[in-house]
């Protein structure tokens, strides 16, 4: 009998062994510890031992059991043990692999130069303008003093719009942002007549030109136009501003110089060049070997153009400038191609 029971904790034992999941450990103990499991049927057929065998049997019995139910409570916790570090595997984080990049959109170089000059003027007093990008000739030429023989008023030169207008005053995409002069001092004038305020605006915005496409000429590009009006302003306003600007915008130290020049709306006129940042005025291919890079056109508002806008050019004066955001891009940039601005290339937008 003894070693019947030597037998059965063996085999149990043995099969707990094999025993790999919480599955089979339910039908393991079934099997050894369930009420028809041989341990079991050992203590229904203790009354028929004999006397003195019954302790005896019954003692290891018992024991068996209890070793029974201790090494299933113990494989049930390796079990488990098993399982949740499985889990953990598998769930494992490398806090030093490379995270997941988001890609970061970006402003536009033209845009970024063109709000920097804004931001510079909005420094000095100026308010922004918007005028339109679609002008009629009267606004982008005639009241601008453009006598009807200039070339920018050939077909060829401007895009005019195809459709039913007057001949004298076609719809055209504006040239420059210059027209925006007349259409705010008309604004401002007509919000007193007599007494027209002073303005002081800065006007961004994209001008076409009907060009042949090259490194240095685009059809489409963006300009920032200035305008002062009031009763005292004279051409050392315009100096002492532009040049501040110059300073501003390429360095405390950059020196500027005014050369006469000639635009229909202002008298008189002139050009602002600044000294060759790249070189410091020595002279290199940058500058053309002058020293001098051209930033913009600048002048007195011509008495006809006050008169247009409704200011009394005996009364009132003003200045006005204008330039390429995208020139002043390039040069600051050193970029030698205007053509990469509308490429829409991100080798070359992605360096700003
Ligand atoms: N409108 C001129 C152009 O497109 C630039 C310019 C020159 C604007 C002189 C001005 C100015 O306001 O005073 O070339």
Redesign the pocket.
């Known amino acids: 009998m003894l070693s019947q029971l030597e037998q059965i904790e063996k085999k149990a034992l043995a099969d707990l062994e094999s025993v790999k999941n919480e599955g089979s450990l339910a039908e393991w103990h079934v099997a050894h510890l369930g009420r028809n499991a041989p341990i079991m049927q050992v203590f229904d057929k203790l009354g028929q031992l004999a006397k003195d065998e019954r302790p005896v049997i019954g003692r290891r019995a018992n024991e068996i059991k209890r070793t029974l139910e201790a090494a299933e409570a113990e494989r049930s916790g390796q079990l488990r043990q098993a399982a949740l570090s499985q889990a953990l595997q598998s769930e494992r984080l490398d806090v030093t692999m490379p995270g997941r990049q988001v890609p970061h959109g970006r402003l536009h170089p033209s845009t970024r130069t063109l709000r920097r000059i804004i931001h510079i003027f909005a420094e000095m007093g100026f308010q922004v303008y918007r005028s339109h990008d679609v002008e009629t000739d009267e606004y982008n030429f005639q009241l601008l003093n453009f006598p009807p023989f200039h070339p920018a008023r050939e077909m060829q030169d401007s895009f005019y719009m195809a459709g039913d207008y007057p001949k004298n005053n076609p719809l055209l995409l504006r040239t420059?942002t210059?027209p925006g002069?007349i259409r705010s001092m008309r604004e401002y004038a007509s919000m007193d007549p007599k007494n027209p305020p002073p303005i002081r605006i800065v006007l961004p915005g994209m001008c076409y030109r009907y060009e042949q496409i090259s490194a240095r000429s685009e059809i489409q590009f963006n300009?920032v136009?200035g305008l002062a009006v009031g009763e005292h302003i004279t051409f050392s306003d315009l100096k002492g501003t532009l040049t501040d600007f110059a300073r501003r915008m390429f360095g405390a130290q950059v020196r500027s110089r005014f050369r006469a020049a000639h635009?229909p709306?202002?008298e008189p006129?002139a050009e602002m060049d600044i000294e060759c940042f790249v070189c410091g005025g020595m002279g290199c291919p940058v500058c053309k070997r002058t020293g001098w890079l051209e930033i913009l056109?600048?002048?007195m508002v011509h008495p006809v153009v006050l008169q247009n806008g409704g200011y009394d050019p005996r009364r009132f004066s003003g200045y006005?400038?204008?330039m390429g955001s995208e020139r002043v891009a390039m040069l600051i940039h050193r970029i030698d191609d205007i053509r990469n601005f509308w490429m829409n290339d991100l080798r070359f937008l992605e360096q700003f």
């Open positions: 420059h210059s002069q300009q136009e635009f709306f202002t006129s056109g600048c002048g006005a400038f204008g």
